[in-house]
């Protein structure tokens, strides 16, 4: 079977390069295994890749639906190894759909087994997406004590995917902090790692985080430069959620220069790429930021529609029990800092 473990590693690979390729050649290659007869171990990983060409295509709760059948797979043949894979699937699908607290739930779980079977990875993966949460429901503090364990571990283990990630979410909490100098300082660490893994959506969000950093810091030519050269690097590799966040976070630049207009035209082309992943939070920084704009140049009638969306994406985006929920979950930050200090 060492044929299937090869057609695994392609997709996976093509899967960082183009999703709407990894997309189709998974549906083809799943459509072939149902005719021949294949391990319950293969059968089981290729579910298991599907569901995450599913999820990276967006379509959340078909992902979600199919990770549970997968579960289902993974408990009956016993294949234990693959849960802790499963459940980060599992919530980061929970997560798009803003199923908060079940998605902490979920990467909890995935963190207890993944410490288990030394799954390192998989760990770390887990709690950078808890941060999010955390950090939605303005637990700044927990959000960024989880984003640096996490990056600590990943260096520690040089784990190029990990380090990228973790590096990404820690650099964009520094530039939302105001301290830029750091966050320039995490991404010029990460660069050699985000290139060697080769996911050109994080090789472009590494790029607007250090575009953002010397905005910040006023160096608004480099600024414009790493902006516009995301959005190329965007169009080429054809990727619709990388270029959509780049028009975004260009069009507040655009927007802090006092140039409305062209920050009107770069965030409405965002938007419309934006709608196809349906993730709140982003949606209503786009609301905001367009709002701000077209007050500017005296369209209320457009700043009224923004302002509408915004308090619609506000509202939906968490609920008023989320807090106090995820104060009762079963979060263990010392046991993922154990493990650094364990290996280190």
């Known amino acids: ?33 149902k005719q021949i007869e294949l391990s319950a171990l293969h059968s089981t990983k290729m579910h298991l890749l599907h569901s995450k060409m599913l999820w990276g295509k967006g379509q959340y709760r078909p992902a979600l639906y199919s990770i549970t059948q997968t579960l289902k797979k993974i408990q009956n043949h016993s294949l234990f190894e693959l849960k802790a894979e499963a459940y980060l699937l599992r919530g980061q699908c929970n997560l798009n759909l803003k199923r908060h607290v079940v998605a ?4 909890t779980y995935a963190v207890e087994l993944a410490l288990e079977y030394s799954q390192i990875s998989i760990a770390i993966e887990s709690y950078v997406n808890i941060s999010q949460i955390y950090y939605f429901a303005g637990q700044f503090d927990a959000s960024k004590e989880i984003l640096i364990i996490g990056y600590r571990l990943a260096v520690l283990l ?12 820690l650099s964009n909490y520094l530039n939302e902090s105001g301290d830029h100098a750091s966050a320039l300082y995490i991404l010029n660490q990460i660069e050699s790692s985000s290139l060697q893994y080769g996911d050109m959506t994080w090789v472009v969000e590494a790029g607007i985080n250090i575009a953002t950093a010397y905005a910040g810091m006023n ?11 995301m959005l190329a690097i965007s169009n080429f590799n054809h990727a619709v959620w990388a270029k959509s966040l780049t028009l975004l976070k260009y069009g507040e630049f655009l927007i802090q220069q006092n140039r409305f207009e062209e920050a009107i035209n770069y965030l409405e082309i965002s938007a419309e790429g934006i709608k196809q992943f349906d993730y709140g939070n982003v949606r209503r920084q786009s609301a905001k930021l367009l709002l701000n704009a077209y007050k500017h140049i005296g369209d209320f009638k457009s700043a009224l529609s923004e302002i509408k969306k915004y308090k619609q994406f506000s509202e939906s985006l968490l609920s008023d029990h989320l807090l106090h929920d995820l104060k009762a979950s079963a979060l263990n930050l010392s046991r993922l800092d154990r493990s650094r200090k364990k290996n280190n």
């Open 1 to 33: 079977m060492s044929s299937c473990r090869f057609f695994f590693q392609q997709l996976e690979e093509l899967f960082l390069f183009d999703i709407e390729q990894a997309y189709v050649a998974s549906c083809a290659l799943l459509a072939r295994c």
């Open 104 to 107: 902490v739930e979920d990467f």
């Open 158 to 169: 040089n784990d190029h995917k990990q380090i990228t990630k973790s590096g990404i979410f």
């Open 219 to 229: 160096e608004n030519e480099l600024a414009e430069v790493y902006f516009e050269s």
